[in-house]
């Protein structure tokens, strides 16, 4: 195991470089503020990490990140650990199963056509010919996915008025995001008790966040209609769930990961654009699709399909986060033949592991959706991770699953597009991988 860095987290790509440059196959330390981290890029290092303890890791992010993470989402359930986590994650499963996503099919295609529609006259489009237009691949999107999850936490109590409020609270958001990850006070205790801009914007959030739940579970009740925020609410009653895991838990489902998803929908946009060969495959695949209910929901769920080896190869591709938050062992092991302590902090290099595992035979820095008709994800399950590994996925990543795809069908079957080829810039200044990158929109002929 090689000595640690002084690379911060902040700059991810230059840390996995340096540490492969320096490193090569070996896992090696990293020094976040004043704690030492090891990083893992590796399948044999994943499955040595996952093997035996995998469901009693607990999660470092309070500890690796600080308090102001604490008070904005510390009691979130992607932050718990132990039987609390368990508990928690029991209990909201429910709400965000497959069967819960796929009910949300139809809902979805009628806000996505509306999209479609409507995307030429964006105001981030700028037309260049008479059907063609060129428009930022994350800017152009930037309100669909925040919409479309939006609609799975609040269903028909999602009015247009009520979408303008919570537009606003994400703006609100966007600045506790930039104090919690890139701030430098803000993450040390006692900071809380300051007059400080930061802490006046976050309780403006925290209220305002409160009040538009609250507002949500009072009137759906009254109105005997049905949502998951209002159906969720029920297990804060019975005491199973803290308002704060509540709150907080919403939170990181609809703000928290915004970027996540539409980082997502522009990669879908960008490597649909790179790689007009796959673009046109899913044309034809997508043209054999009628726009029949039953039809549709069918063609979205199913996995032997091109459209879901497409989502695979841009999860794989271009993973929602560089870094994973940290992660502890709960027992001692060897990982890489290294004898690791309990409770070491472990960070996964996302971008390292997906694109370098030898199951990718030497391509796996190249979009080739078609690799997963040889490779299956049981096969590949060391060597990539997207929504997460082992018994902590992402909650949301049938949701997810479910509007990329959808999102890609929509745009196939209204747009042929192009980008240009070459490496993606990410913008530095989000926690996670968001692309900047223009696509050029063609109107097909319908």
Known sequence: MKD????????????????????????????????????????????????????????????????????????????????RWHQTRYHLERFFS?????????????VLDAWAETVPTNSASQQIEEAKFVADSVAICRQLPFRMIAMCLYGTMLTDERFDALWELNKLHDHVTQHTFFGTWE??????????????????????????????????????????????????????????????????????????????????????????????????????????????????????????????????????????????????????????????????DTIRLNKTSPIWGGTGHKFRPERWLKITTGQARYSWLGYGMGPRKCLGKNFANIIVKLFLVSVNRHFILSAEKGAIEIKRDRFSCVPTQLVVFEKRNR
């Open 4 to 83: 640690e860095h002084e690379i911060g987290l902040d700059d991810p790509k230059e840390l996995s470089q340096s540490g492969s440059d320096m490193c090569g196959e070996e896992p090696y330390l990293v020094r976040n503020k004043s704690k030492l981290e090891l990083v893992l890029h590796t399948p044999a290092q994943m499955r040595d990490f996952f093997k035996d303890d995998g469901k009693l890791h607990t999660k470092q992010q309070v500890q690796s990140i600080g308090s102001y993470f604490d008070r904005s989402l510390g009691q979130c359930v992607g932050v718990q650990s132990g039987q």
């Open 98 to 110: 497959a069967t819960e996503a796929a009910s949300m099919i139809q809902d979805f295609n009628i």
């Open 187 to 348: 993450n040390i205790p006692y900071y809380h008790l300051l007059p400080t801009a930061a802490n006046r914007v976050f309780a403006e959030y925290e209220e305002g966040w409160k009040k538009f739940n609250m507002e949500i579970v009072t009137t759906a009740r009254a109105n005997n209609t049905s949502c998951r925020a209002s159906r969720m609410f029920t297990i804060v009653e019975t005491g199973e769930l803290t308002l704060d895991m509540y709150l907080q838990s919403l939170d990181e489902i609809l703000f928290t990961n915004i970027d996540v998803t539409s980082a997502q929908f522009a990669y879908a946009l960008i490597n649909t654009g790179k790689c007009p060969t796959a673009g046109k495959k899913l044309h034809e695949e997508v043209q054999g699709v009628s726009n029949l209910e039953d039809e549709t929901d069918n063609y979205a769920r199913r996995e032997d399909t091109f459209l879901h080896k497409m989502y695979l190869e841009i999860l794989r591709t271009n993973p929602p986060i560089w870094f994973t938050f940290a992660e502890a062992t709960a027992i001692e092991k060897r990982i890489d033949g290294y004898l690791i302590p309990s409770g070491t902090s472990i960070l996964i």
